[in-house]
């Protein structure tokens, strides 16, 4: 986990970077709350996907099941597992937007 670490955090930046040159920073803390809720549920929604394959997976194991179909499952729990990461790093730009956009309403 350390070995990533530190290019998650250059990730959340540049996602920040991103977001800030498209949207501006929150006007209230009620949006900034539901844009960090949005990415949140969409995490929320991949490791559901995730759970649902894994589960899936294990009854094919179970079963003696072929390769292929086994293979297709683990390929689509690693894509859930990508789009998972993504949505977190959005989520946690989205907490440095937040107080961003805190610090300047008190300025």
């Known amino acids: 986990m350390n070995a990533v670490k530190a290019d998650v955090e250059k990730l959340v930046k540049k996602e920040l970077e991103s977001?800030?040159?498209?949207f501006p920073l929150f006007a209230s803390n009620h949006e900034g709350y539901a844009v960090i809720k949005e990415e949140v549920e969409e995490c929320e929604s991949e490791y559901k996907n995730i759970?649902?394959?894994l589960d899936d997976l294990w009854y094919r194991i179970k079963a003696n099941d072929n390769f292929e179909t086994m293979e297709y499952l683990v390929k689509q729990i690693k894509k859930s597992a990508i789009n998972l990461a993504i949505e977190a790093i959005q989520a946690a730009a989205m907490c440095d937007k937040f107080i961003m956009s805190q610090k300047k309403r008190e300025n």
Do not use: D
């Open 19 to 22: 977001a800030n040159k498209q």
């Open 51 to 53: 759970e649902y394959v």
